[in-house]
C-alpha cells in the first residue's frame, strides 16, 4: 500500500500528529508527505519499507520521529537539516551497522532520546558508551541513560501529576479524624438534649396525671355528698307522711 496523502486538504487540518505505520512504500522513499504539513509535531512511519529518507519534507516544528522496523542503512544527515528541533528518534531495527553512520546525527542539538535496538550496530564492543561520548547531547540510548535509568514514561508522568493534584486536594481539606471527632461531639450533645426534653416530658406528663386524679376524686366525693343529702331527703318526707297515714287510719 502505497503512502499517498492529500496534503493541500491536511494542510488546512493543522495536523499535530500523523500515524503512518504499515502504510507500504513502492519505492522505498517517502511519498504524499511535503511541506504543507508543517505543524506536524509527532510522525510514525515504522514498518513502511523505508529505505531513504532523502524526500522528507521540512518540518520545523517536528519533535518525535518513529522510524522503526524500516530498511534504512544511512543518510541521516537529512534530519538535521530537514527536522532541526528533534528531541526524541526512534532508528530501531533498521540497518544500522557501524558509528560513522549515526555521527550524522551530532548536528540534532536539541536530541534527548536514540532509539537502536536490534540494529547491528548494538553488537559492537562498548556500543553503549562509544554512543554516549559521540552524541554527547543525548540523555537516553535505547531507553536508559548513562547509569542505566529508565527513560520516564509520559503518561507516568501524567499519572503522578494527578497524584499530587490528589494529595494537594486531601492536604486543604485537612484531616479526616478532625471532622468526625466534630461530628460525634454534635451526635453527643443532641443526644443528650433530646434525653433531658424527655426527662422534662414525662414529669409534666405524670404532674398532669396527678392532678387529674385529685380532680377525679373531688368529684366523686361532690357526687356521694349529693347521694346522701337526696337520701335524708326521702326519710324526711317519710316520715311527714307516717303521722298523716296514721292519723288517717285512726278517723276511719
Known amino acids: 500500500m502505497l503512502i499517498q496523502l492529500t496534503g493541500d486538504l491536511l494542510s488546512h487540518l493543522k ?45 520545523s516544528k517536528l519533535r518525535k520521529l518513529e522510524l522503526s522496523d524500516n530498511i534504512i542503512s544511512g543518510g541521516l544527515e537529512v534530519l ?11 532508528l530501531s531495527g533498521n540497518k544500522i551497522k557501524d558509528l560513522g553512520t549515526v555521527e550524522a546525527l551530532q548536528n540534532l542539538k536539541n536530541l534527548k532520546s536514540l532509539d537502536l535496538f536490534n540494529c547491528e550496530i548494538t553488537n559492537l564492543e562498548d556500543y553503549r558508551d562509544s554512543i554516549f561520548e559521540l552524541l554527547q547531547q543525548i540523555t537516553y540510548l535505547d531507553g536508559f541513560d548513562q547509569e542505566d535509568n529508565e527513560a520516564p514514561d509520559s503518561e507516568d508522568d501524567d499519572d503522578e ?3 499530587d493534584d490528589d494529595d494537594e486536594d486531601e492536604d486543604e481539606a485537612g484531616p479526616p479524624g478532625e471532622y468526625e471527632e466534630e461530628d460525634d461531639e454534635d451526635d453527643g450533645g443532641s443526644d443528650l438534649g433530646e434525653g433531658e426534653e424527655e426527662e422534662e416530658v414525662g414529669l409534666s406528663y405524670l404532674m398532669k396525671e396527678e392532678i387529674q386524679d385529685e380532680d377525679d376524686d373531688d368529684d366523686y366525693v361532690e357526687e356521694g355528698g349529693d347521694e346522701e343529702e337526696e337520701a335524708e331527703g326521702i326519710r324526711g318526707e317519710k316520715r311527714k307522711r307516717d303521722p298523716e297515714d296514721e292519723g288517717e287510719e285512726e278517723d276511719d
Open 80 to 90: 538535521a537539516e530537514r527536522c532541526p528541533n528533534l528531541t526524541y528518534l526512534n
Open 161 to 163: 501529576g494527578d497524584e
Open 15 to 59: 495536523v499535530t500528529e500523523l500515524v503512518l505505520d504499515n502504510c507500504r512504500s513502492s519505492n522505498g522513499e517517502i511519498e504524499g508527505l511535503n511541506d504543507s504539513f508543517k505543524e506536524l509535531e509527532f510522525l510514525s512511519m515504522a514498518n513502511v519499507e523505508l529505505t531513504s529518507l532523502a524526500k522528507l519534507p521540512t518540518l
